[in-house]
């Protein structure tokens, strides 16, 4: 034998030795793991450097023997191929991993590349088709099997007519927020608000309505212009339209708007609101987290400042009441009607009520149950001291000349 070769080496195209490739073979199943070996022992310019049961052992053996290809395993134990070939990439960079999957997953096939294989073949290959992808992926190409670049096809395919149909969609619907922006489409119905002791209106809640097929309740039309980055500009258009009610409003009966934290720290909104502060209530929405509360409350107080009132709207159905309560400081907190609902059945509800009254007395602030639906509940709300309420049992919305007081 000549000094400096091995009984491995073999002659490249220019008569000089050339080192075989390094290969290790990790797979939960023996029989496999041996027929690839026997496979692999027959091929001159291919040396099989060690066998895996599961992926921490072929991570360690990769990481000793630092193999020119893995032949990996999609789903065996310890991790599975995804983490096997992760962590290969870490610790044996130069090893190109190709998967061996038992049948045609596209997800799997998907996960694999993505954690770096550069290779995969279904199992039940034939043998000179391993030994081709081993040369392949060793020049620096890649190497997918038929079927396997068969089901990536399909699923692209899919996936860009659905992203197509998804592009559709949205256009589609940004088109009908901003017809709602521009103010087509839609109306405002309103609800009294009443002082339960007298059963005189003391306030109108302005609520937004949307016209479009199919029907959708507005907090999805609100949410999904928030996503479209059109949520405070239908805000203004649906506060712009409830404004125009304060003409046929009694003087004493305030009207409330609804309001995100989002709109109520635009100068837009604020511009809007000021002249007419001094009959308003600002009602803000509990149903998302608000990220600065010092924002929120130095937008507020030049409003409050000219006689507006800040109230918290469906306190209880959100996040973190308390908190919210505490840091805003609000004239008005709304009880959500989650709350008033059976509350002269639930004693745990009334425990809550009655701890809200004693929490409002001592903070300063009046209480409204919402959606009070039966004389039960209205009179058990009464009996524990909540001083304001409305609700379909007192007054259903409707078109503004309908609820106003007589």
């Excluded at 001592?362 to 409204?368: D, K, N, P, T, Y």
């Amino acid at each position: 034998m000549a000094v400096g070769t091995s009984p491995y080496d073999t002659a490249g195209a220019d008569g000089f030795a050339v080192e075989p490739i390094r290969v290790l073979i990790a797979d939960d199943e023996p029989a496999l793991r041996g027929a690839l070996a026997d496979l692999l022992e027959h091929e001159d310019d291919v040396i099989l450097i060690g066998s895996a049961g599961d992926a921490d052992e072929a991570i360690a053996l990769a990481g000793d023997e630092h193999p020119d290809v893995a032949l990996v395993d999609v789903s065996m134990p310890a991790g599975g191929g995804a983490r096997a070939a992760r962590e290969i990439a870490r610790c044996s960079p130069d090893t190109r991993v190709i998967a061996l999957s038992a049948f045609e997953d596209r997800p799997t096939v998907l996960e694999m590349l993505r954690a770096g294989a550069v290779g995969y073949l279904v199992k039940g290959t034939a043998g000179e088709e391993i030994v081709d992808s081993i040369q392949k992926v060793m020049a620096g190409g890649a190497s997918l099997s038929t079927e396997v670049i068969a089901g990536i096809v399909a699923e692209l395919t899919k996936q860009l007519r659905r992203d197509d149909e998804e592009r559709e969609q949205l256009d589609a619907r940004r088109g009908e927020i901003e017809r709602f922006v521009a103010g087509e489409g839609v109306s405002m119905a309103f609800q009294p608000i009443f002082d339960l002791a007298t059963e005189t209106t003391v306030g109108i809640e302005a609520l937004a309505r949307f016209s479009s097929p199919p029907p959708r309740p507005p907090n999805e039309w609100f949410a999904e212009a928030v996503t479209l980055a059109l949520g405070v500009r239908l805000e203004l258009t649906t506060v712009t339209q409830a404004l125009r009610a304060l003409a046929a409003i009694p003087e004493g009966t305030y009207l409330a708007i609804n309001c995100s934290h989002r709109a109520a720290v635009s100068t837009e909104l604020a511009a809007v609101l000021e002249p007419h502060a001094g009959r308003l209530v600002l009602e803000i929405t509990e149903h998302e987290a608000v990220e600065d509360y010092d924002d929120l409350v130095d937008a507020l107080a030049p409003l409050r400042a000219r006689g507006a009132r800040v109230a918290i709207d469906d306190a209880g159905a959100g996040f973190a009441s308390l908190r919210h309560t505490l840091r805003i400081a609000p004239d008005i907190v709304k009880l959500d009607m989650s709350l008033t609902r059976d509350i002269d059945r639930d004693r745990a509800k009334r425990a809550l009520a009655a701890a809200m009254v004693s929490f409002a007395q001592e903070m300063g602030f009046s209480l409204i149950a919402e959606g009070i639906q039966t004389a039960e509940e209205l009179s058990t709300l009464r009996t524990l001291g909540i001083g304001y309420g409305q609700g379909f049992f007192l007054a259903q919305p409707g078109p503004l000349s309908s609820v106003l007081p007589d």
